[in-house]
């Protein structure tokens, strides 16, 4: 229903998701120095990147080890526990084996810090750009540091990150997450696995019968806008070969195994989470850091079934770049030779294009090519990577840091190609399916006929498009626009459409939906219009008179409920008169105190006080206070027509306030009234309205600080309620036609995008791109 | 391909088109767009009245590019160029392609009229010069020029008669309107339509994969499918 724009504030979500915000949260936290000294510092960077390494001495700290141990090695129920489980399956692989000693430079190192018992202040090394910023905005958060554990504090330190850029282009962004969201979503977290998860997404919605629909049904309907995906942003301690070591944080993986001998033999890994098709892209790079000339690393993508092994390319379900060979590799197809072997210190990227179920290969931030066709359309795939060689090792980057590769450009050029491709799009004549009630010539002729038909041409969707705009402007009252708008579609229309079935009379609206005569309809609009403007400029009597001659039953219609939010909002406006006043008064209390002071008069000082205050205390009592109404306000009355006070208010503050003190007693004897009325009803709905209207008298400036009972905006949507209450009663629909067909196409896409079809995500809802 | 269809109940669907964020701000201003672009410069002009709205554009530009609109239909080239640059002095001078099409489109109404010499003359004058300057015009030039060779011919091949056909004055108009849209950083296309293309593209991908209600777009009714 269009009665509830506050809706749109929802749409922009793009970073300031609750989710996203609480992850930075965290990761705020441990950005500063809480941790104690030696706990958990960023060595110096290993390479020539000039990233600092997260520390992969925080495993050696005994506490946190056991810490996370108890926690056990169950399934990734919750960001925390995934992480958890990192550093003890992790201490469990042998760390000082011999092979370790390829790998002997960071070993060292690491150690090396772990003795150091100082270490400089953590912001000075914060591993990225984007975290010191996002720690500036979350400063707010720090009340809640003592609370967090520190083991969930250096977990959070290694995994959580803002979402990756790129992403944002996806229209779902909202359900991407680098952790899934602490604290909502209760139900979401009882979820097993990432894979039931997955699988429960797509299957959100889709009920099997009919009665499932049913209310008792529902709450099992996920609330879509809530979904939260998790994407992949370390190797999974679980899903590897076992000579596979992988760092706490999880982005480095080392093979500490027996050489391989052979194609036969490797191993290989995965991320702890598939990749949600919501991204509609997705990228990761792959920083070789150590490789042997001439062994195979392949780095690509793999689906649940592929051994471990094995390496990517070469199980079923697996799509890899070999680094030896400068190959593409898939069982389901020959290789693509690249030529481009790569080899240390190389970055390696791999991207998933669900819009094409392609997958594309980068080295050294340059485009190679798309490559296999087909992937992950079925099933969902993992980043994957394999090694043959003991004491090769790779670095990972699922956006922790920025890319090599601009993806976000390769992102924006793909949504392009996208839209373009829907422009391209025929329009089908089975848009206009079943059209029952043929209100216009020129439209049955194009609905007569239906099937194998050719695509609408340019004229008849033009006409599709005029009826659009035409019955929504018919819709909600638009009644002179609608009557400029007929008349120009007519005299621009070509004149081969045959438009006999209208009448002659050029200004005749003529209503849709089998609506009756051309000249009542024009009146209905006249008259609907007319009603939504009284209540719009708060005339809400007059609107109720005019109902109740032309639309009696909208005022009888569910219980009175439409006369009742009238009535509520006729009571509004009297208090609104009397703040008005009030603040007339107050200003003019302020000008005869200017004037005074000008003119040198020192005001009596028992007045000074009580005009310092915007009024006086009795009327502020009659206001707020549990007084009986009826009496009060005319005794009041008499009290300031008599009294001596009287004689200190000027003529013109006298009659202002005469004229507040009116305005209040009807605003009490209405609201009296009205109570008595509504004592009866007892929906929830209502009751918290009456509730909530009441309310305003508390506030001195109910326009301001009860915008959404009072504002203007109030009124408009009040109005809208009215309207669509009239047009409910002659049995039309509710919605104009084009506002089910905008709400029929965000849905379908949305669901779409929640089924895996990537191109989906990548398009936007038209209004989105105007202003 | 997964074919398991799987059923979305007629309840399950409306509930989510209830929770669609769109607002009637939203709505109106998908209106204004559509009357702006398509030219309907009364109704504009009501409706941001009615709509209380700003006005993307001002009405007297609606105004022009709909006159030259027409002039293109009624085929007067020469009131329509005028009118172009008079609206923006500019426009010709930095679209070539559209300078091109508007010359091409006057040539076409002079042999529509049987005016051949004229037509010859204007060729020689002003197109040919173009087609050297543009190598991009010349193949296009070429099919124009047949135009010369078929006149008398009775029935001329379908790709030689359609310059000929009502279709190609619209074409002109359409690409004329668009430039001149785009010159006044206003979106060219209309976004009405780009939501009705949005429409069929998700139904039929959508209808692969599950089964739905339909939408009959013009009423706002649904149908389930037949399918039980």
Redesign the interface.
């Known amino acids: 229903?269009?009665t509830?724009?506050s809706?749109?504030s929802?749409?922009p979500i793009p970073r300031s998701a609750s989710a996203s915000s609480s992850a930075r949260n965290l990761e705020s936290l441990i950005s500063i120095p809480l941790i104690p000294p030696g706990r958990g510092q960023p060595r110096s960077p290993s390479t020539t990147r000039p990233i600092p390494e997260p520390r992969r001495v925080s495993v050696a700290d005994g506490s946190r080890t056991a810490a996370s141990t108890s926690h056990g090695h169950g399934p990734p129920t919750s960001p925390i526990r995934s992480s958890a489980r990192s550093p003890s399956v992790v201490s469990s692989v042998p760390r000082r084996s011999p092979s370790n000693t390829r790998f002997e430079p960071r070993v060292v190192r690491s150690t090396a810090t772990d003795g150091e018992g100082e270490c400089p202040p953590q912001s000075s090394t914060s591993p990225t750009v984007t975290r010191r910023a996002s720690l500036a905005s979350v400063r707010a958060a720090a009340s809640q540091r003592p609370v967090i554990p520190h083991h969930v504090v250096a977990r959070a330190q290694t995994t959580s990150f803002p979402r990756p850029s790129y992403l944002d282009n996806s229209s779902l962004r909202h359900m991407l997450h680098t952790e899934i969201p602490i604290a909502p979503i209760p139900s979401r977290r009882a979820d097993p696995t990432a894979s039931a998860r997955n699988q429960a997404y797509a299957?959100a919605?889709?009920?099997?019968?009919?009665d499932?629909?049913?209310p008792a049904a529902?709450p099992s309907?996920m609330?879509?806008?809530k979904t939260s995906f998790k994407l992949p942003t370390r190797w999974s301690d679980q899903d590897r070969h076992p000579s596979l070591n992988v760092s706490p944080e999880g982005r480095e993986l080392m093979h500490q195994g027996q050489t391989a001998s052979g194609d036969k033999d490797a191993a290989s890994a995965r991320t702890t989470h598939p990749i949600p098709p919501a991204c509609g892209i997705f990228y990761y790079e792959v920083d070789i850091l150590g490789k042997e000339q001439k062994s195979k690393i392949s780095i690509g993508f793999s689906g649940k079934t592929a051994r471990f092994a094995k390496l990517p390319g070469q199980e079923p379900h697996s799509w890899a770049y070999y680094g030896d060979d400068g190959t593409a590799l898939s069982p389901d197809r020959t290789g693509i030779p690249f030529r481009q072997p790569f080899g240390t210190s190389d970055i390696i990227g791999c991207g998933i294009d669900f819009t094409t179920y392609k997958v594309f290969f980068t080295r050294n931030g340059v485009l190679i090519g798309q490559v296999f066709d087909n992937v992950g359309k079925?099933m969902p795939i993992f980043p994957s990577i394999g090694f043959q060689q003991s004491g090769d090792s790779v670095r990972t980057n699922f956006g922790q840091e920025p890319f090599k590769f601009d993806i976000e450009y390769h992102v924006q050029q793909q949504k392009v190609v996208v839209w373009n491709?829907?422009?391209a799009?025929?329009?089908?004549r089975?848009?206009?399916?079943?059209?029952?009630?043929t209100g216009l010539g020129s439209?049955a002729s194009i609905?007569n006929d239906m099937g194998d038909q050719p695509p609408l041409n340019?004229d008849e969707?033009?006409t599709?498009?005029d009826?659009?705009?035409l019955?929504?402007?018919v819709h909600?009252g638009?009644?002179?626009?609608a009557?400029?708008?007929e008349?120009?579609?007519h005299s621009?229309e070509i004149k081969d459409i045959e438009t006999s079935t209208l009448d002659g009379d050029d200004d005749d609206v003529d209503m849709?939906?089998g609506a009756s005569k051309a000249d009542g309809a024009d009146v209905d609009i006249e008259t609907r219009k007319t009603i939504v403007n009284l209540v719009i400029a708060g005339k809400i009597d007059d609107a109720i008179d005019t109902l109740r001659i032309c639309y009696a039953p909208v005022l009888e219609a569910d219980k009175q409920l439409i006369w009742f939010k009238l009535r509520f909002r006729k009571f509004v406006e009297l208090i609104l008169v009397t703040t008005e006043l009030k603040k007339q008064m107050k200003a003019i209390r302020e000008k005869e105190k200017q004037q005074r002071k000008m003119s040198l008069v020192p005001p009596l000082p028992t007045h000074n006080h009580w005009m310092e205050d915007d009024m006086g205390m009795d009327i502020d009592e009659d206001v707020v206070g549990p007084i009986p109404m009826s009496n009060r306000p005319s005794s009041n009355r008499s009290d300031s027509s008599g009294s001596g006070r009287e004689k200190n208010l000027s003529p013109e503050l006298q009659e202002v306030n005469l004229r507040y003190e009116d305005a209040l007693t009807m605003a009490i004897t209405y609201g009296q009234s009205l109570s008595n009325d509504f004592h009866s009803d007892s929906r929830p709905e209502l009751q918290q309205l009456f509730k909530r209207t009441f309310g305003i008298v508390a506030w001195e400036d109910p326009l301001e600080e009860m915008a959404d009972i009072a504002g203007h905006h109030s009124r408009v949507a009040l109005a809208?309620e009215v309207n669509q209450a009239i047009l409910k009663s002659q049995g039309r629909?509710a919605?104009?036609?084009?506002?089910?067909?905008?709400?029929?196409?965000?849905?379908?896409?949305?669901?779409?995008g929640l089924?895996g079809?990537g191109?989906?995500v990548f398009?936007e809802?038209?209004?989105e791109?105007?202003? | 391909m997964p074919p398991p269809q799987q059923r979305i109940s007629k309840d399950a669907w409306e509930r989510r088109l209830h929770d669609v964020p769109v607002t009637k701000a939203d709505l109106n201003r998908l209106i204004m767009d559509y009357l702006v672009i398509e030219g309907y410069k009364s109704a504009a002009e009501e409706f941001s009245q009615e709509a209380n709205l700003t006005p993307p554009v001002d009405f007297e530009s609606i105004e022009s590019r709909m006159d030259i609109r027409e002039a293109l239909q009624r085929g007067d080239v020469e009131h329509a160029i005028n009118r172009v640059n008079e609206l923006n002095p500019d426009l010709l001078d930095l679209n070539h392609a559209l300078h091109f099409k508007l010359l091409q489109q006057k040539f076409i109404e002079f042999i529509q009229q049987k005016r051949i010499p004229e037509a010859l003359q204007f060729a020689q004058e002003e197109l040919a010069r173009r087609g050297e300057e543009s190598p991009e015009f010349l193949s296009e030039l070429e099919r124009t020029m047949a135009l010369l060779a078929f006149d008398a011919t009775p029935n001329p091949p379908p790709a030689i008669a359609e310059l000929l056909s009502p279709a190609q004055r619209m074409k002109t108009a359409g690409e004329v309107n668009a430039a001149i849209l785009e010159s006044l950083s206003q979106g060219k296309e209309v976004k009405l339509m780009g939501l009705l293309k949005l429409l069929c593209w998700g139904e039929t991908l959508l209808e692969e994969r599950a089964e739905f209600p339909k939408l009959n777009v013009l009423d706002g009714t649904f149908s389930e499918s037949s399918r039980s």
């Open positions: 229903m269009n509830r724009p809706r749109s929802s749409i299957n919605m889709i009920v099997e019968n009919e499932d629909g049913s529902s309907i609330p879509p806008l079925d491709q829907i422009q799009t025929p329009l089908h089975t848009i206009l399916r079943g059209h029952p009630k439209i609905t340019e969707s033009k599709a498009i009826q659009l705009v019955s929504y402007l909600h638009y009644a002179k626009t009557r400029s708008f008349k120009q579609c621009l849709t939906n809208n629909p919605r104009p036609p084009l506002e089910t067909l905008y709400r029929h196409a965000a849905t379908s896409i949305t669901q779409l089924m079809v191109s989906a398009t809802m038209p209004h791109s105007i202003h």
